[in-house]
């Protein structure tokens, strides 16, 4: 007669107290991480507005070109959702740089051209306004520890600060 051995049931990961307070202590430090944050990054600005969704991205377009700035490139998930039927609240990252300080950051640091072109990103809100958040270009470039390149950065920071100001103004 043989005798078949059957194998032992693995334990279950809350078999234990300690075990079962681990996980419940992982799946909360879960939750908080997906919680919203206004602001993940030093420098991160976010400036309501009056204006709904669509209004506030015109005034945008047309605030970029009046600061001699250029608008490189958009993006936005709520277009992109609305092509496959799903509506979610509007939402368009704006890439705003200009080719003589794209130069300028590039002799100042190479790795630095990772940032650019700089970003607002604007976002609908429940009131149906709209807002817009960005990063300083001061707290984008500081990391890379450029003389050069914080001297720029403080050339941007009113130029972003009035392009945003005059798109979320009256």
Known sequence: MTKTLVPAKPASPFSTPRALLFSCLLLAAGSLAHAESPAPYPGTQTVPSRHSFDKLLQRLERTIGDNKMGLVAQAS???GAATRGVNIPGNTVLMVFRNDYAVRMLEASVPAGIEAPLRLYVTENKDGTASVTY???SATF???GSGKL???A???DPIFAK???DATGK
């Open 163 to 165: 392009i945003v100001s």
């Open 142 to 144: 500081a990391p890379y």
């Open 77 to 79: 998930a709520s277009k």
């Open 135 to 137: 990063r300083t270009p």
């Open 154 to 156: 403080r050339e941007l």
């Open 150 to 152: 914080d001297a720029l």
